[in-house]
């Protein structure tokens, strides 16, 4: 079930009928991670940068400017860093603006004999991807400090990540269907199917360049997905538009 949904997301993200949506999306996320690096940047010489001369590098003797050539490798390695946690937050919000764009055409293509879901209103969606931004961004501060302890980091990185993008975007999935409430009633059931499908998402996330794509790929799983447990489970308020 899982297999075959991730292996109609991949298919979607190249199908000719979202090819607009996935030029809007990985142009715009491009732009603003472009954005955000000058920000960090900036931020950095013009706050961080004079301080840590100041604490670490008083008075530097001529023949040690090495120093400073150093110092300012590990300042780009740290705003790589800052960069790649904003990666998630950035790309889902951008994304979050077309995910049912994406939903839409998976459900009339695929599905053609459901009912079709109804696009959240405005509000709701705003609202959402505001709420997903600060939990990726707690999950993700959390996930980067156990990547100081040995043999915790990369098993971090995967349960941080792949709970919050399966638990959000298959409810988000769920919801173009079900009221919120029986969207996540619907997911609690199906917990571990959904958490398995998130550490699917979590491992495209780990893919440089690649994973500019997340939000799309996960969108089509978590549709596919949804559909799939809604015939398995039919008895769980049948979904209807709302």
Do not use: C
């Not at 997911?187 to 979590?202: C, D, M, Y």
């Amino acid at each position: 079930m899982i297999l075959d949904a991730a292996r109609l997301a991949l298919a979607n993200l190249f199908a000719p009928e979202t090819r607009s949506v996935f030029w809007k999306v990985l142009g715009l996320t491009i732009l603003a991670l472009v954005v955000v690096w000058f920000g960090l940047r900036e931020s950095f010489i013009a706050f961080a940068w004079p301080w840590l001369q100041g604490a670490f590098m008083p008075d530097l003797p001529q023949w040690a400017g090495w120093l400073t050539f150093v110092f300012g490798i590990v300042a780009s390695i740290g705003l790589a860093l800052g960069l790649a946690l904003l990666l998630a937050p950035v790309t889902a919000i951008i994304a979050g603006f077309f995910l049912d764009d994406v939903a839409e055409v998976i459900e009339k293509r695929d599905y053609p004999a459901d009912k079709p879901g109804v696009p959240l209103p405005m509000g709701q969606a705003i609202a959402g991807s505001v709420k997903f931004l600060g939990i990726v961004l707690v999950g993700n501060l959390v996930a980067l400090f156990l990547l100081f302890i040995p043999g915790v980091n990369l098993i971090a990185f995967f349960a941080v990540n792949g709970y919050l993008l399966g638990r959000e975007f298959f409810e988000f999935a769920a919801m173009r269907h079900r009221s919120p409430q029986e969207a996540r009633r619907f997911r609690e059931k199906h917990f571990s199917t959904v958490l398995i499908a998130g550490l699917l998402v979590a491992a495209f996330l780990a893919i440089p360049i690649v994973n500019l794509l997340t939000p799309l790929f996960a969108a089509g799983l978590m549709v596919h997905l949804h559909k799939a447990l809604s015939r398995k489970d039919p008895g769980f308020a049948l979904p209807q538009a709302r």
